[in-house]
Nanobody, 126 residues
Framework: QVQLVESGGGLVQAGGSLRLSCAAS??????????MGWFRQAPGKEREFVAA????????DYADSVKGRFTISRDNAKNTVYLHMNSLKPEDTAVYYC?????????????????WGQGTQVTVSS
């Protein structure tokens, strides 16, 4: 089993920046969480893909809505994945979830992820 804990959310003005962290614990991280992703869910909307990274090799993928503004990175030694968010917009307001998959992949499909964090709120004011 892998436990994921997100942190770093908060309230920020439009144009500002935040860094979200996702710390993994439990079974050996590098074996059981080879693919990591960030998703978000705004009030009244379905959960949507934000970014993903393959822990081995570092391949990444981004939703078009965040490309050029958000960066996903990982620190395998710390069992942590980050989401660096710049030039934030009010439409980025959502609960952000970290997810992990037991296989090496970069995927936009939430159903391919095996473990989820509890989420962290990001609110961007205009």
């Amino acid at each position: 089993q892998v436990q994921l804990v997100e942190s770093g959310g908060g309230l920020v003005q439009a144009g500002g920046s935040l860094r979200l962290s996702c710390a993994a614990s439990g079974r050996t991280f590098s074996i059981y969480a080879m693919g990591m992703g960030w998703f978000r869910q705004a009030p009244g909307k379905e959960r949507e893909f934000v970014a993903a990274i393959r822990l081995s090799g570092g391949s990444t993928d981004y939703a078009d809505s965040v490309k050029g503004r958000f960066t996903i990175s990982r620190d395998n030694a710390k069992n942590t994945v980050y989401l660096h968010m710049n030039s934030l917009k009010p439409e980025d307001t959502a609960v952000y979830y970290c997810a992990a998959a037991r296989r090496s992949m970069v995927s936009r499909n939430e159903y391919e992820y095996d473990y989820w964090g509890q989420g962290t709120q990001v609110t961007v004011s205009s």
